[in-house]
Nanobody, 115 residues
Framework: QVQLVESGGGLVQPGGSLRLSCTTS????????AGWYRQAPGKQRELVAD???????NYADSVKGRFTISRDNAKNTVYLQIHNLKPEDTAVYYC?????????WGQGTQVTVSS
């Protein structure tokens, strides 16, 4: 059974930092791409960043220079390091992987940026 479990969200002041983690189980994580998405209230879920199994990364324009995605295959975990948080980053952040054209999602972790 494939499972993705996110953690690390919280309430942060503007300009602050967070590191989100997504630990996977039930798959050989090292052979799959992974990504982070977010969904703000009233908006569609959007891709924030993804990382290929070989380590190539891709970022949404809105987060370039502030977000860093990384993976630790030995720990079956993908991370999202976030710096200089802005109120518009407030959203539920979801971890994702695609296995044989099936999408798998975590339950999400809430990030709230507010003073």
């Amino acid at each position: 059974q494939v499972q993705l479990v996110e953690s690390g969200g919280g309430l942060v002041q503007p300009g602050g930092s967070l590191r989100l983690s997504c630990t996977t189980s039930g798959i050989i994580f090292s052979i799959y791409n992974a990504g982070w998405y977010r969904q703000a209230p009233g908006k569609q879920r959007e891709l924030v960043a993804d990382i290929a199994r070989g380590g190539t990364t891709n970022y949404a324009d809105s987060v370039k220079g502030r977000f860093t995605i990384s993976r630790d295959n030995a720990k079956n975990t993908v991370y999202l390091q976030i710096h200089n948080l802005k109120p518009e980053d407030t959203a539920v952040y979801y971890c994702n992987t695609n296995i044989l054209n099936s999408q798998f999602w975590g339950q999400g972790t809430q990030v709230t940026v507010s003073s």
